[in-house]
């Protein structure tokens, strides 16, 4: 089953929910116009659904095999990834001084979202690129800029990120790969990473790793790190690609989805140490790896978003066609036939949930990218500075929620097809094999919960949540106020959600200094509790302003919005239990996991 855009519903999302159409309106992006940002996402959907979207089984057949140190992508993939640089897809988002196009990442994540739709594991490649090209342009030094920023924006060479190494997952802190001062203003590496996406490739004839180090006097700790490029090719003063750097790819990882990207152990330093370059400052790399990370968690959610999309296409396309059974109160087998299983009740609460995550989880992306570009554009520094706390408060929730239901999606898919769903010919299994990643690189979905609970909830004093909060809650009063039969009980059930989310907001706001494990203990239920009840409320605001400005649909998006008040957002008071009443016997699981 093929993939085919939803141009109409990303632009509509990212126009009239996530806030597109008033940051055009306030020339947030310059002379950018609404006919513009239709042209960009209808190009960037054909190219999706009919360049990208036929190689992902091909992807996901053929791998990446490694012989004599040499990386073969899939068939395909090659010519695929040049067009695909070559029409400026990889720069859409990149300043315009070096050679981007400098439009908004809200544009680009509902890009983005779509390359992924069409296969993950192309898309992962471009991606770790743009995040490489933000932490370049915002900490590299001229020269720095001027060898590297240029061929990376334009695509003809790609970027890696590394921190992993086998003792250092979650814990970068912990890593051990070397940096010396060479003498010369360079530094020389040696140590290996593991698990580097796209650290070997024939894509491109450049690849220029993002490596995190340690000085020999670096303190310990997360505070002891410095960010390195280190290019496969070294460049000469013209230009051109000079010696091969001393890095290298030892081994490709065997995984459970995403075959068409290589998985790489890297090694560096078996001929002295790699030449690497200092971005930013010696022992704050890890302001830069933010810069990058930030980039690419909320492309990770993006990723949830795209494979969910794509599976629950297939379920819907399998759905209308596999007939099974005699739908509740139709005639006898025999006398109308079986059914389509789309007719059946629980087929049709599948589908529902597939649908309604997808869209809410594509609204909570949308938000975070547009919160990005006024941290970046606004001319009012107050706003800036609000718009970055409200980007930070939503990453952490946009990388995890989507990549959650991304697997979930992409299960219900599988359950759909039935038996066949498990059988690898209908595609619907790869989605589900290649959405489980998500939820585990870029921060674990666990890591990301601590990072809301912990970092992002005391922002200003927890000001930035209570803003957010009190926005929520203006829009339930204009749920409320529209009063419409179709949205039931709607407005009642996302109130009663906003208030749980108040309530348990400010109990573990109370427990950081005092009890921290239970603080802890609550973080992941409390992201879903978050998550689901923005979720609930942006597609609620979608269905108001379908109606409002007689957008697409309008009583689709109200029946979604409903279906995701009634049956998802419900979970709430049950969420507010779990982080509230479950800590303590979290912290007594001691006797039950002996
Ligand atoms: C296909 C693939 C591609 C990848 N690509 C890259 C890449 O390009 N660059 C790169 O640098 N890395 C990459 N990674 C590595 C990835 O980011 C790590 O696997 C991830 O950060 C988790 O680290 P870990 O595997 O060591 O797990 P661990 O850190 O050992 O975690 C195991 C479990 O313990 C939990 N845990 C760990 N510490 C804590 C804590 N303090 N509190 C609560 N829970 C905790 C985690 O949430 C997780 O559930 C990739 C991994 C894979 C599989």
Redesign the pocket.
């Known amino acids: 089953m093929t993939y085919r855009a939803p141009v109409a519903d990303i632009a509509f999302t990212l126009k009239h929910v996530a806030g597109v159409g008033r940051a055009l309106d306030e020339r947030l992006y310059g002379d950018l116009t609404e006919d513009l940002v239709d042209a960009v996402l209808a190009e960037a959907g054909k190219f999706a659904s009919d360049v990208i979207a036929p190689l992902n089984r091909v992807g996901d057949q053929h791998g990446t095999p490694l012989r004599g140190g040499a990386v073969t992508m899939p068939p395909g993939w090659r010519q695929a990834y040049r067009d695909w640089a070559a029409a400026g897809w990889n720069g859409l988002a990149a300043p315009a001084d070096w050679g981007g196009q400098g439009l908004p990442h809200a544009l680009n994540a509902a890009c983005i979202e779509m390359w992924n739709s069409a296969s993950m594991a192309f898309a992962l490649g471009p991606f770790?690129t743009m995040a490489g090209v933000e932490a370049l342009a915002g900490h590299g030094s001229d020269e720095l800029k001027r060898t590297y920023l240029p061929r990376l924006v334009s695509g003809e060479w790609m970027g890696?990120?590394?921190?992993?190494e086998p003792q250092a997952?979650?814990?970068v802190g912990a890593l051990r790969t070397r940096a010396e001062r060479a003498g010369d203003g360079t530094y020389r590496i040696s140590g290996q990473?593991i698990?580097?996406?796209y650290g070997e490739h024939d894509l491109t004839d450049n690849i220029v790793h993002f490596v995190l180090a340690r000085l020999p006097d670096a303190p310990a700790g997360t505070k002891g790190i410095s960010l390195f490029v280190v290019p496969k090719f070294l460049v000469n003063a013209d230009g051109t690609l000079g010696a091969r750097n001393d890095a290298r790819c030892h081994s490709i990882e065997h995984?459970l989805g995403?075959h068409g990207s290589p998985?790489c152990t890297m090694v560096y330093g078996d001929a002295g140490g790699a030449v690497g370059y200092l971005l930013g400052e010696e022992n704050r790399g890890m302001n830069c790896m933010f810069t990058m990370m930030n980039n690419a968690r909320l492309a990770v959610g993006v990723q949830g978003v795209g494979i969910a999309e794509r599976a629950l296409q297939q379920a819907l396309a399998y759905a209308r066609e596999r007939r099974q059974g005699r739908a509740a109160g139709a005639e006898a087998p025999g006398v109308s036939g079986p059914a389509p299983i789309i007719a059946h009740a629980d087929v049709r609460r599948m589908l529902m949930t597939m649908r309604a995550l997808t869209r809410a989880a594509r609204t909570i992306c949308y938000a975070t990218a547009v919160a990005t570009d006024r941290a970046h554009r606004a001319d009012d520094k107050a706003e800036r500075h609000r718009a970055h706390e409200r980007a930070s408060l939503l990453t952490p929730v946009a990388k995890a929620f989507s990549t959650d239901i991304g697997v979930e999606v992409a299960s219900l898919g599988v359950q759909v097809h039935g038996g066949m769903g498990y059988i690898e010919e209908t595609g619907a299994a790869q989605h589900l094999r290649d959405a489980r990643?998500a939820p585990?690189?870029?921060?674990?979905n666990?890591?990301q919960a601590?990072d809301l609970v912990t970092r992002k909830l005391p922002l200003s004093d927890g000001a930035a949540v209570k803003a957010y909060l009190d926005e929520l809650r203006e829009t339930v009063v204009a749920v409320a106020a529209v009063n419409d039969p179709a949205l039931g009980h709607t407005a009642a059930r996302l109130a009663e959600a906003v208030e749980c989310l108040d309530r348990v907001t400010a109990w573990l706001l109370g427990r950081l200094e005092k009890e921290p494990d239970a603080a802890l203990a609550g973080a992941t239920p409390y992201l879903k509790l978050f998550a689901t009840t923005a979720g609930g409320v942006m597609l609620a605001d979608e269905a108001l302003a379908a109606i409002r400005t007689s957008g697409p649909d309008p009583a689709g998006r109200m029946a979604i919005a409903r279906f995701f008040a009634e049956n998802l957002v419900v979970q709430a008071s049950g969420l507010e239990r779990t982080v509230v009443e479950g800590a303590d016997s979290v912290a007594e699981a001691d006797a039950a996991l002996a």
Do not use: A, H, N, W
């Open positions: 770790l890696t990120m590394q921190l992993t997952g979650s814990d990473k698990f580097i996406t995984k995403i998985t990643i585990i690189y870029e921060g674990t666990g890591i601590i």
